[in-house]
């Protein structure tokens, strides 16, 4: 059983360029998260779905869009990147929503030039 | 504001116990998390609370106290591998988790 995985493990992308981040679960999570983290920085949610068909903004949703078309998959997709988006992405799950457990992803490292 | 404040960095020594302290102000209150994440890695589950006290884990305990808005992890009987960044994190009203900063803990031998 993998948990979740991400996929690119880390990426550098040039200014200006779309890109999607995967994000797939095999817990039949019915929750899904996505956060950057920068230094000095708590985690900041982008988006995150309750359920799958479902999404809603987070803290930080700007320059970042989600789809959940089914329970497994949650990818993120920066539809022209620009060098503040320089972060560690973090896909994370929960059973549901509410005082859940998040179980998260390894991470992917962006850099944007 | 919703804000969530915890020591940027600790030094501890192998065998030694340390605290780590938590304070939050959130819009509502559902309860605190706290995660480890090594250097690197993802962050991974420690501790919940949502009543007031003590709740001991092993080597862990969390401690909370809702009217202080206040937390801390304790760890006991360190071991070279608890160096890692520990996150405090308080859920608030709309059952959304709003995290600090972290704690960079450094072990000495």
């Known amino acids: 059983i993998a948990g979740i995985t991400q996929a690119p493990t880390s990426q550098i992308l040039a200014a200006g360029r779309r890109m999607t981040l995967r994000c797939t679960q095999d817990m039949r999570h019915n929750a899904m998260y996505w956060y950057r983290q920068d230094l000095g920085l708590g985690l900041r949610l982008i988006h995150y779905?309750?359920?799958?068909?479902?999404?809603g903004k987070g803290e930080v949703p700007d320059g970042y869009s989600v789809s959940r078309a089914n329970t497994d998959d949650f990818p993120l997709t920066l539809a022209s990147a620009v060098p503040s988006q320089t972060s560690v992405y973090f896909c994370a799950s929960s059973p549901g929503q509410g005082a859940e457990t998040q179980y998260f992803g390894p991470g992917t490292r962006l850099l944007v030039l | 504001g919703q804000n969530i404040d915890q020591p940027t960095e600790m030094t501890a020594t192998e065998g030694a116990i340390v605290q780590i302290n938590c304070t939050y102000q959130t819009s509502g209150f559902n309860g605190l998390f706290w995660y480890q994440q090594h250097a690197g890695e993802a962050p991974t589950f420690l501790s919940y609370?949502?009543l007031d006290g003590l709740e001991e884990k092993g080597r862990f305990s969390s401690f909370l106290s809702r009217s202080k808005g206040y937390s801390y992890l304790l760890l006991k009987e360190l071991q070279m591998k608890d160096s890692a960044s520990y996150l405090c994190a308080a859920l608030d009203s709309n059952y959304q988790l709003i995290w600090g900063a972290g704690t960079k803990l450094i072990i000495k031998p």
């Open positions: 779905s309750n359920t799958a068909g479902t999404t």
């Open positions: 609370n949502v």
